[in-house]
C-alpha cells in the first residue's frame, strides 16, 4: 500500500521522519456527513530512506499490505466468527433460540477482547515503512 507523506524530521542517514495525511471516509469533506471526525488527520510514522529525501520533500512511502490487511481481518472478523461458533455451539447444546442468541452476543465481546490482546502482543512486530519515491 502506498501512500503520500511529507518529511518532517531526519533521524539518521537511513530513517526519517514523515507526516502522513490520512483520509477521511467522507472524503475529507467531514461536513457532508455530519460524522463529526475526532481523529488525527496526521500521523506521524518512522521510514527507511533509501531514496535519501531531505526535510519538506514531498514522498511515497509504502508499507507492507499483507500486515495491514491482517490487522484489519483480525479486529473486524474474529468477533463475527466468535459469534457465529458461540450461537452455534449453543444452538446444538440444545438451549433455547433466546438464549443462544444471547450467547452469541457474549462471544461477540469475547472476539473483541481476543482481538485487544492479539492486537497488542503483535504491536511489538510494527509495521515498517519504506520511502520509494519523491515527488
Known amino acids: 500500500m502506498t501512500q503520500n507523506a511529507i518529511v518532517a524530521r531526519k533521524i539518521d542517514d537511513n530513517k526519517v521522519e514523515v507526516t502522513v495525511e490520512r483520509g477521511t471516509a467522507c472524503g475529507g469533506n467531514c461536513g457532508s456527513c455530519g460524522a463529526s471526525c475526532s481523529f488525527?488527520?496526521?500521523l506521524?510514522?518512522?521510514a527507511a530512506n533509501s531514496v535519501h529525501a531531505s526535510v519538506g520533500d514531498k514522498v511515497i512511502i509504502e508499507s507492507q499490505s499483507l500486515r495491514v490487511i491482517r490487522?484489519?481481518?483480525l479486529v473486524y472478523?474474529?468477533?463475527i466468527l466468535t459469534l457465529l461458533a458461540g450461537y452455534s455451539i449453543?444452538?446444538?447444546a440444545g438451549i433455547s433460540e433466546g438464549k443462544a442468541a444471547g450467547i452469541g452476543v457474549c462471544s461477540v465481546f469475547l472476539g473483541m477482547l481476543l482481538a485487544a490482546l492479539i492486537s497488542r502482543r503483535k504491536n511489538s512486530r510494527?509495521?515498517?515503512f519504506d520511502i520509494i519515491g519523491i515527488e
Open 126 to 128: 510494527q509495521i515498517s
Open 71 to 73: 490487522g484489519a481481518a
Open 44 to 46: 506521524t510514522v518512522t
Open 40 to 42: 488525527k488527520n496526521k
Open 90 to 92: 449453543a444452538a446444538h
Open 77 to 79: 472478523l474474529l468477533p
